[in-house]
């Protein structure tokens, strides 16, 4: 499933859900609403997983560089700069 096609199911959801709520809608096919309803739920689940899964692999990358930097970070934090040199100053 595209993004594209997650929106359409979604504006389509929607669609479902003011047909509901309107007092005056025929319920004869809410059956049918039901079914469709449930079949978008899912398909949406699913590709919402499978991004939440792509992230999650993305951030395990991610924390992974950060490790390997791991030197430079504690550097960073202590304040150490590698071109700073406080008894080199201009002033």
């Given at each position: 499933?595209?993004?594209?096609?997650?929106?359409?199911?979604?504006?389509?959801?929607?669609?479902?859900e003011e047909i509901v709520k309107n007092p005056e809608s025929s319920?004869?096919?809410i059956d049918d609403l039901i079914e469709e309803t449930k079949q978008i739920v899912m398909s949406c689940y699913g590709y919402t997983r499978g991004l939440k899964s792509k992230?999650?692999?993305?951030?395990?990358?991610?924390?992974?560089?950060?490790e390997e930097d791991d030197e430079v970070s504690?550097?960073?934090?202590?304040?150490?700069?590698?071109?700073y040199?406080?008894?080199n100053l201009p002033f």
């Open positions: 499933m595209t993004n594209q096609e997650y929106i359409q199911k979604v504006a389509r959801l929607k669609e479902i319920l004869d096919k992230v999650e692999s993305l951030n395990k990358v991610n924390m992974n560089d950060f504690q550097h960073q934090s202590s304040g150490y700069t590698p071109d040199d406080p008894d």
